[in-house]
């Protein structure tokens, strides 16, 4: 695909919000969680949504394949899910007598990954390498997926039965982790009132964008300037997780990188041109809980990667939100 010709920062942040309003006509009531999701995938990375079954997540990932505009394939991860049903195989084609290559679901634009704890590592690890390299290897032979490629993976808490734990290397190449949460009464019955006007069980989201003009709103989050003072900030955070008296092991690089990359997608949607620390604080739980490993004893006092994030947001020292000179807001402030 060529490149995307580049759009005004003020284009991006109203296509963002357009995304956001037609995701909403379907999953009511979740906007800041959905905002989050669209900040994975505008930095260009995938979205673990770690929650009890029934709370939205594929219907969310289904609206966002829509109003981007992507193909959208759903894969459903179970105990005997092959490497092969996920990548794709070669198959023999009787009539010319060769092997033909038969693409699987990760070949879209949008890959619902389905309770990808309840399928073994053998399997996991062939979503991985599609992940991080946006290829797939069968039979000896790479193939690229096409661009843009997305991973919004659900998981089922760990306390369930029947889940495979994923491992911390697979956890660190999802850019964020989200949980929606129960709705209030209020929004469970505005899910209830929708559905009986609706009169069928389906819902169709407007599409916003293409794949192309994904492609562009993602290289307008590379013009959004980082303060030196606030880039400071995410790597001292990011550090003291792995100074902090209950850490096995902190966040990675990794964890930083996700977390200035998202903090410059998050002011597009935001409506900014530059990052202010207000959105790394916003974005600390999202990208780094699921980095953090707590040493083993510590699991009956209910210490969590959560928990240790919450208490370095509290030591480390903001700076001061100050706008650089010559950034002009697009669109409202934060």
Known sequence: MNHPSPIPLSEATALTAAVLDAVETAVVGKRSSLEMVLT????????????LPGLGKTLAARSFAQALGLPFTRAQFTPDLLPADLTGAEVFDQRTGEFVFRPGPVFTG???AD???RTPPKTQSALLEAMQERQVSVE?????LPQPFHVLATANPVEHEGTYPLPEAQLDRFLLRLSFGY?????????VAR???RRREEQVVPEVLDAEGLLAVQSAVEDVHVEDSVGHYAVELVAA??????SLVGASPRGTLALITCARALAVIRGRSYVVPEDVKALAHPALDHRVTVKPELWLQNATGAGVVESVLGQVAVPAAAEPAGQATAGHPA
């Open 115 to 117: 309770e990808i704890n």
């Open 40 to 51: 994975g995938i505008l930095a260009g990375g995938h979205v673990l949504l770690e929650d």
């Open 110 to 112: 949008l890959l619902l």
């Open 140 to 144: 000896g032979t790479t193939r690229k």
């Open 241 to 246: 997780t792995r100074e902090h008296q209950h």
């Open 195 to 197: 559905r009986i006007d």
């Open 183 to 191: 709705p209030t009464a209020e929004q469970e019955w505005d899910v």
